[in-house]
């Protein structure tokens, strides 16, 4: 933030150090002062006030932050992230880590806002933030507080002589994820001149699908038709399918154009109840398809914001994959991690009890290099390998962002799948970016997919570097060729 932040000591309501495991509903950190006002009228300014936490205290839990706000005049965001602050700012020494609720603009009275939020245990400092940012108007802030949730528990290593599933016998799976819009001759391509034996099929709805009304069912009903013909070009072509869902019911619409798993997905029972039962409905369907690898259960779950009554993912993924095995018990699940399914996620996140699963993650760190002028188009140019947000981003600093990944496997002895990978095609050093990610992925063994194939032109292999020519290019590009050395190996 480049703005003044104002830091104020707070009156702190602790639990005890005699009580080593305080109970869910304890009150971690408290402001007992009277509503807080902040305003700004500078939209290319701050209005900030910043406390420091008690970090000692908050190791290695899962809280709720919550406040009540009431807002005046608060003008449109100039990013998503910017707007009324109800936020922590939490520093571990690998990463710096912003978790915050949505919070509307415009006017508004009195409501409760709050977000679940995993404490890392090896955090340094956690600091509350409130205030506006990039935004005019006043707001003000009332009964301020961190409680707890649950500590986060690991659950105990696994047998050392305990085999590996992989859930299947290839050397390995690699492969792109596709467009729900990909042909038969697409495909083809893909198979047999690419050589991927792998692909990430979406079941993806689009921002403006839900804002027509239609209903969810009637989506998801005309995509199962449309991956059942996918499943007959993938049998004939000898690729193996995942089968992903990527907009579950009471998904909340994202920047990147679709349905992402948030929102009333965490908020809202029926909307779980809505994702058991569409599950169910897909293992009716597809019962004993050995085309399909594995079905993975939700594209990036983000379960920052679970309400009360909501199962957050740990136990939602559980639920819905025990209803999926009383139906076809043999079928592969596929597991991401929480925090929209990055490696951090699996910090927090315990192995389901549950046989024959595949855990996988996604892999766009670091962020600021992989999406540069996706969401920003002013963003200056930034280049792999060299300084990135104050650190040297190389092979090696690639390895430490997928450490949580490399441990959760190693102390779990479970596969990994890497669901997504890529880097914007204009990103200086794109070819060395993923040069370096797919030799640590086939080092650990892991299969991938990389995103995407004749999917938007930005992420396209086919489709050179300059920014402003989205066609494909006579001559094979260098990212092409990072890829095709793997693919060429299936």
């Known amino acids: 933030m480049t703005n003044i932040t104002l830091f104020a000591s707070a009156l702190v309501a602790l639990v005890t150090a005699a009580a080593a495991e305080p ?17 700004n009228a500078d939209s290319n300014g701050s209005a900030l006030k910043s406390f420091a936490l008690p970090i000692e205290h908050l190791r290695g839990t899962r809280v709720s932050l919550s406040a009540l706000i009431k807002a005046r005049d608060i003008s449109a965001k100039p ?65 301020v507080k961190v409680v707890l949730n ?28 596709v467009s ?27 921002n403006a699908d839900l804002r027509s009304g239609r209903s969810y069912d009637a989506w998801l009903a005309g995509l199962l038709d449309k991956t059942d013909r996918v499943l007959g070009w993938a049998k004939q072509h000898h690729v193996r399918v995942v089968l992903d869902l990527h907009s579950p019911p009471g998904g909340k619409p994202s920047e990147g154009g679709y349905v992402a798993a948030m929102g009333e997905f965490f908020t809202r029972p029926a909307a779980q109840e809505h994702f058991v039962a569409v599950w ?34 740990q136990s939602l993924a559980l639920t819905a994959g025990q209803a999926v095995r009383e139906i076809d018990p043999e079928r592969i699940l596929i597991i991401e991690p929480p925090r929209w399914g990055s490696p951090a996620g699996w910090e927090d996140f315990n192995p389901l009890p549950l046989p024959r699963v595949v855990y ?25 390998p060299g300084p990135i947000d104050g650190h040297m981003w190389n092979r090696d600093r690639l390895t430490q962002a997928m450490q949580p990944a ?20 204009w990103a200086p050093g794109a070819d060395r970016y993923l040069a370096d990610l797919t030799s640590i992925f086939e080092e650990h063994g892991w299969d991938w997919s990389y995103h995407a194939f004749r999917e938007w032109s930005g ?31 299936n």
């Not at 996604?362 to 540069?372: A, K």
């Not at 496997?409 to 095609?425: D, M, P, Q, T, W």
Request: some cysteine; proline content about 9%.
């Open 79 to 143: 990013q998503p992230w910017n707007g009324v602050k109800l936020m922590l700012k939490i520093e571990t020494p690998g990463r710096t880590e912003w978790p915050q609720p949505t919070v509307p603009v415009g006017t508004f009275d009195w409501r409760s806002v709050s977000s679940r939020i995993v404490i890392p245990a090896d955090a340094t400092s956690a600091v509350l933030i409130l205030g506006l940012e990039r935004v005019t108007g006043a707001a003000e802030f009332a009964q």
């Open 459 to 489: 992420w396209s292999l086919e489709c050179g570097s300059d920014e402003q020519d989205d066609r494909p290019v006579a001559r094979p590009t260098s990212r092409f060729a990072v890829i095709e050395h793997w693919l060429q190996q």
């Open 150 to 177: 649950r500590l986060v528990q690991s659950a105990p290593p696994a047998p050392p002589d305990q085999p590996i599933f992989r859930g299947h016998v290839e050397p390995r799976l690699r492969g792109a994820m």
């Open 280 to 313: 169910q409905r897909i293992a009716r369907r597809y019962r004993g398809n050995t085309v399909i690898w594995g079905f993975d259960l939700v594209n990036e779950p983000v379960d920052d914001q679970t309400a009360e009554g909501c199962q957050d993912w």
């Open 23 to 39: 109970p869910p509903g304890t009150v971690l950190f408290q402001l007992p002062l009277g509503p807080i006002t902040l305003t």
């Open 406 to 425: 490399i441990d959760f496997a190693r102390k779990y002895r479970v596969h990994l799948y890497v669901g997504e990978f890529s880097a914007i095609r």
């Open 180 to 206: 729900p819009e990909m042909t038969e001759a697409d495909l083809a391509v893909l198979a047999a001149q690419w050589h991927a034996n792998l692909i990430r099929w979406q079941l993806i709805r689009s």
């Open 360 to 384: 996988s993650f996604h892999m766009y760190e670091p962020s600021r290099f992989t999406h540069q002028r996706v969401f920003d188009k002013q963003q200056s140019s930034v280049q792999y």
